[in-house]
T-cell receptor
Framework: KQEVTQIPAALSVPEGENLVLNCSFTDSAIYNLQWFRQDPGKGLTSLLLIQSSQREQTSGRLNASLDKSSGRSTLYIAASQPGDSATYLC????????????FGTGTSLTVIP | GAGVSQTPSNKVTEKGKYVELRCDPI?????LYWYRQSLGQGPEFLIYFQGTGAADDSGLPNDRFFAVRPEGSVSTLKIQRTERGDSAVYLC???????????FGPGTRLTVL
């Protein structure tokens, strides 16, 4: 069974810092990996989707990379802002287990003004 | 519609009762997913629909849980003889293709007393 781990579980940074969130997965046979953000009491908002053939995706201040062979992805946030405070989740869609997506438990980010 | 909608937003019920949770996906999206999220955890896959059929229901925890999507659009998750352990946020997501970006609804918070 695919296991998805996110480190750290919580992170607090001052405004303006660049930061990296980590996601690791145990089975490298995946279709894609997706990063989400979740605000308290809300659903998930998709940030970036990386297909298995891609190495990275960028959207504004966000950059996600994928190293499928080592089972790792990182989400880089540049020039962090208080509005970035949320929980960030990664999810992978394995090739060998039907249509299930496996989620990590998330990293709770707090950006201090 | 503009996004995925779910009703009700909150549902409080008593142990042993029957509940129905509704999901309206983005218009035209053929893939629909149900997830369950407990506090401090990532979403856990329950069931996936492609069109009208349940293509993968391997995540349903037991036979008290059932979901339908009769016309390939709206889906209903049904839980019989609810138990306190069923308390969680139930999330619905849709995508235009199974390998594409998932768009989530705001969730239904189910509390079983």
């Amino acid at each position: 069974k695919q296991e998805v781990t996110q480190i750290p579980a919580a992170l607090s940074v001052p405004e303006g810092e660049n930061l990296v969130l980590n996601c690791s997965f145990t089975d490298s046979a995946i279709y894609n990996l997706q990063w989400f953000r979740q605000d308290p009491g809300k659903g998930l908002t998709s940030l970036l989707l990386i297909q298995s053939s891609q190495r990275e995706q960028t959207s504004g201040r966000l950059n996600a990379s994928l190293d499928k062979s080592s089972g790792r992805s990182t989400l880089y946030i540049a020039a962090s802002q208080p509005g970035d405070s949320a929980t960030y989740l990664c999810a992978v869609r394995p090739i060998n287990t039907g249509n299930q997506f496996y989620f990590g438990t998330g990293t709770s980010l707090t950006v201090i003004p | 519609g503009a996004g995925v909608s779910q009703t009700p937003s909150n549902k409080v019920t008593e142990k042993g009762k029957y509940v129905e949770l509704r999901c309206d996906p983005i218009s035209g999206h053929t893939a629909l997913y149900w997830y369950r999220q407990s506090l401090g955890q990532g979403p856990e896959f329950l069931i996936y629909f492609q069109g009208t059929g349940a293509a993968d229901d391997s995540g349903l925890p037991n036979d008290r849980f059932f979901a339908v999507r009769p016309e390939g659009s709206v889906s209903t998750l049904k839980i019989q003889r609810t138990e306190r352990g069923d308390s969680a946020v139930y999330l619905c997501a849709s995508s235009s293709l199974p390998t594409d970006t998932q768009y989530f609804g705001p969730g239904t918070r189910l509390t079983v007393l």
